[in-house]
């Protein structure tokens, strides 16, 4: 973690990290993590549970009576979490869809393409593109943002409120970015609530529209990203951000290097 500086309050009671760069703030409060066991697969459903059907009733309760949202993809994703370090409580759940070669709508962009006479595979090389899914944020998390500052320590601006609040988002990115990269992908493709895709874009991360947009719990937007073309432009819009989703950069280093090995690979 980067050098952290504290200041002492003067009743000597609170020392509190008063200046710190976006990343090791980020390692203070927040952990991502692979749900690679049965316990945090099924926390991770349990919070998309939470956040798709009883916060925002995108899903059908009765078709999720053990109280665990889940669906075909799960079979072939990468599930991540992030966790609030000072309270240890999920916070924060995506997942990272795999192609699976030779099947079929193995990624649900495919078939709500098709539905507008558009081929996926036209856009992106199918067997290195991955599907951002499930991005979901406890929004019990965001009205508990204050309760980070001591006793006695003054309220969190509203700028300050969001910035924290970006970090949970900023912190479920780079999980996608290190899965992204530890298996293979050049590519991410989506399919986005539009509010979403331009808060994405406010942190420098970009996808590009495809086709119109398509009934999927709602409106909602294809879209892909060529990963290296992402995070460059991420680095010079919002070098902070960068920051905190490549981890200091290294996780962009072995993307690199890894390209490097296999100069074909173009957007």
């Known amino acids: 973690m980067n050098k952290v500086l504290f200041r002492e309050f003067t009743d000597t009671s609170n020392i509190w990290p008063i200046e710190l760069d976006l990343l090791s703030r980020h390692d203070l409060y927040f952990e991502n993590r692979l749900a690679d066991t049965p316990e945090l697969i099924e926390l991770a459903h349990t919070l998309r549970y939470q956040v798709y059907v009883r916060e925002r009733a995108f899903e059908n309760p009765e078709h999720h009576a053990s109280g665990l949202e889940t669906d075909e993809f799960d079979s072939h994703s990468l599930s991540g979490l992030v966790m609030h370090r000072p309270s240890g409580e999920a916070i924060g759940t995506a997942r990272l869809i795999l192609p699976v070669p030779g099947r079929a709508d193995s990624l649900p962009i495919e078939s709500l393409l098709r539905e507008n006479g558009l081929d996926i595979a036209d856009y992106v090389p199918l067997d290195t593109s991955m599907e951002i899914s499930r991005f979901a944020i406890s929004k019990s998390y965001r009205r508990r943002i204050n309760d980070e500052q001591p006793p006695g320590a003054p309220a969190l601006s509203k700028e300050e409120r969001i910035r924290r609040g970006n970090l949970v988002c900023l912190s479920l990115m780079q999980f996608l970015l290190r899965q992204a990269v530890d298996n293979g992908a050049t590519h991410y493709t989506a399919v986005m609530e539009e509010k ?70 173009a957007s």
């Open 196 to 265: 979403l895709l331009r808060m994405l874009a406010s942190m420098g991360l970009h996808f590009t529209p495809v086709g119109p947009m398509v009934s999927h719990h709602g409106l909602r937007q294809p879209c892909i990203s060529y990963i290296p073309e992402m995070m460059e432009r991420c680095r010079a819009e919002q070098p902070q951000y960068w920051d905190v989703i490549t981890d200091g950069g290294e996780i962009i280093r072995r993307l690199n290097r890894r390209l490097a090995q296999r100069p074909a690979l």
